[in-house]
């Protein structure tokens, strides 16, 4: 198979046609249909930097190379593979790798593809109606890929400085406080989100910022009724409420949350004797997830569910009827109204380190802080949206308006350790 030398204007050409969307990292789009192609590169470095490639096709990484601004010091050599036709099918299914080439590499600009790369632990159909609405108005391309927090958090790790990743979307301010203390954030100044999004809900330093929240409350039997000596989350501890609640574990992130909130209020002996209170009133050990918790009490199985207002919203518009009607049956106390309020937790977002599309991610920040795209991302979970005049969905609505405890997400992330500690040490199982 013949060799022949080519200049670096000839590649820049090559490239332009294999639609190189981002050069500086290796990213898996779809394949033209029909064709394959395989370059080898050789790049000689100006000052004995080393090159390396890998892969079939190659993949480029350098070591401290560097190239003169007129492209004298790239030397390339392209091997012709023979074209490869296949059919339709084969075609939607075959993926092409682009080259990654080095930083450094002075080549003639080529046009790449406007995109955003978001790595999302949320899995809601309505997302994609999210996205799809942000391209429809920026003309910027959305590329999800949807995993659990700690899945993403290790792949960013594990990509580098060579991730492509531009956002990530996860719920909980412990979780979005955890991947900020793993570096995987970069500080975002930006004065349309700091107006539109409440200070308590978002990153002091602007690492990250809420889009959505939902309150942890009381849940109970409408035809039971609510006690009248329940009105704060300090209540759940009264030795009159034995064997009446009904909660998730203490290593559940919903259940530390909540407990921070009560340390920030009351400091650690109140709330270590309040942990232990909550964990002697349990109707059994904490078992299952929120809807559980909600599906025990309206079975008569205790008094009072703690769970989050989104979970019982999502009862009331399922497709199962037996679900819609005991989300009809469901009372819900927002505690500590008459003081400090009630404690939420967030769906947030903030902008990888990494990023190599900051200026369209940042855009795409602004759009989740819309009214139109709040309405979207909230209503989609059954959560709150975060700004002030995004339309509430009418269930929500119907549970009355509340009043959230500001205490700052930081606050409330640094206290998360010290109160797993307290409930594991009050017995909270």
Not at 31 to 55: D, F, N, V, Y
Not at 76 to 92: F, G, H, K
Not at 130 to 143: A, D, Q
Request: proline share 7%.
């Amino acid at each position: 198979m013949a060799q022949e030398k080519i200049d670096a204007p000839f590649l820049a050409l090559v490239l332009t046609l294999l639609a190189a969307p981002a050069l500086a990292r290796p990213d898996p789009v779809a394949a033209s249909p029909g064709l394959t192609l395989r370059l080898s590169l050789g790049l000689r470095p100006r000052h004995g930097g080393k090159l390396h490639h890998s892969g079939d096709p190659p993949f480029i990484t350098t070591q401290n190379a560097d190239t003169d601004a007129n492209h004298s010091q790239i030397t390339c050599e392209c091997v012709a593979i023979p074209l490869e036709r296949r059919t339709a099918s084969e075609s939607i299914m075959q993926r092409r790798h682009l080259l990654a080439l080095p930083a450094t590499l002075a080549m003639p600009a080529l046009a790449q593809e406007r995109v955003v790369n978001v790595y999302s632990a949320r899995h809601y159909d309505t997302d994609r109606e999210l996205w799809e609405g942000f391209t429809r108005g920026s003309g910027v391309r959305i590329r999800v890929i949807e995993a659990n927090v700690d899945q993403l958090l290790e792949r960013i790790r594990a990509e580098g400085a060579n991730s492509p990743a531009d956002i990530l979307v996860t719920v909980d301010i412990g979780r979005l406080a955890r991947a900020k203390e793993a570096g995987i954030f970069q500080p975002t100044r930006n004065a349309m989100l700091e107006a539109r999004i409440p200070a308590h809900l978002r990153d002091p330093e602007g690492h990250w910022f809420g889009f959505t929240t939902r309150a942890r409350v009381v849940m109970y039997d409408r035809a039971r009724g609510l006690p009248a000596n329940l009105a704060r989350y300090e209540d759940l501890a009264r030795p009159e409420f034995t064997e009446s609640i009904a909660a998730r574990s203490s290593g559940y992130i919903y259940s530390i949350g909540l407990t921070a909130s009560v340390l920030a209020a009351n400091g650690a002996e109140a709330t270590e004797a309040w942990a232990r209170g909550v964990a002697a009133n349990m109707v059994r050990p904490p078992s299952g997830g929120d809807r559980d918790q909600i599906r025990a009490v309206m079975a008569g199985q205790g008094r009072f569910a703690i769970a989050n207002t989104y979970y019982l919203g999502l009862l009331a518009i399922s497709q199962r009827a037996e679900e819609r009607e005991l989300a009809e049956r469901v009372g819900v106390l927002f505690p500590n109204q008459a003081d400090r309020g009630t404690h939420v937790n967030v769906s947030g977002a903030g902008i990888v380190r990494t990023a190599p599309n900051r200026d369209a991610a940042q855009a795409l920040l602004e759009y989740l802080s819309s009214p139109p795209a709040q309405a979207i991302f909230a209503g989609g979970n059954m959560e709150y949206p975060v700004v002030a005049d995004a339309p509430v969905h009418p269930f929500l609505r119907g549970l009355g308006d509340f009043r959230q405890d500001p205490i700052s997400a930081s606050t409330l992330a640094a206290n998360m350790p010290e109160a797993l500690r307290l409930m594991q040490r009050a017995g909270w199982r």
